[in-house]
């Protein structure tokens, strides 16, 4: 499942004129349940070179699309599950799902779970959540800032109609805010203070944002064209 992801991840990543990606579990029922625990008498001593570098390049590769991502929780999103949705830059949760990084459960860990969660929710949920592998209902997940919005309906109808929302605003500013909210995680200050002054004269030199403002003037949609 993995290779098939990263090979969509890559065709995705190619596509010109893209505005917004969703990530949903299809047909299953699971968002993802996580990985094979079977496989893991295999790996006892190469881990990282079978399974754990490979994963983590997978989810870096998915946290690195250019434009605005949306995990569809439409069921459990478990484990490797939930840390797919983690790599994302948003989540949807449909009421009546559950998500946890349940590792500790049967002495695992969640790697690249354990450092997405504390960026999202702060260390001392984080925490929590690993040491108890809890596993969380939609308004559990909500008010602890895991997912962004919860529906009664298809989590994957919701990510669609927010995905719609997002590509009536201007391409530029997506892309780039995106990229200034991961320097601010990723960067000193001051570094992340000078992307953003760069990426601004961008926004300034664009032909969107007048394109923004005249339309807003005229009193009509704007026609961004991510130039």
């Known amino acids: 499942m993995l290779q098939d992801l990263n090979a969509a991840i890559g065709a995705v990543r190619k596509r010109a004129g893209l505005r917004c990606v969703i990530l949903h579990g299809g047909t299953a029922r699971s968002f993802c349940a996580g990985s094979d625990i079977r496989?893991?008498?295999h790996l006892r001593l190469d881990a990282s070179e079978q399974k754990i570098l490979f994963e983590d390049m997978v989810l870096r590769n998915l946290a690195q699309i250019g434009v605005p991502t949306i995990a569809?929780?439409?069921g459990p999103a478990m484990g490797g599950g939930l840390e797919l949705a983690l790599a994302c830059d948003l989540r949807v949760m449909r009421q009546g799902a559950k998500l946890g990084l349940?590792?500790?459960r049967l002495g695992g860990l969640a790697g690249n779970g354990s450092v997405r969660l504390a960026r999202l929710v702060g260390p001392a949920r984080a925490k929590e959540m690993?040491?108890?592998g809890a596993v969380l209902d939609a308004g559990e997940s909500?008010?602890?800032g895991v997912v962004n919005r919860i529906t009664p309906r298809s989590a994957l109808d919701a990510a669609r109609e927010l995905a719609m929302e997002?590509?009536?605003r201007g391409p530029l500013s997506d892309r780039f805010a995106k990229e200034l909210v991961d320097a601010a995680l990723d960067r000193p200050l001051d570094e992340a203070l000078s992307?953003?002054?760069r990426l601004q004269q961008r926004i300034f030199d664009s032909t969107d944002l007048h394109e923004g403002m005249d339309a807003f003037f005229m009193k009509r949609n704007p026609e961004f064209r991510g130039t």
């Open 72 to 74: 569809a929780i439409d």
């Open 39 to 41: 496989e893991f008498a």
């Open 130 to 132: 690993l040491f108890t």
């Open 195 to 197: 992307i953003s002054t």
């Open 102 to 104: 349940t590792e500790a």
């Open 142 to 144: 909500l008010s602890w």
């Open 166 to 168: 997002i590509q009536t």
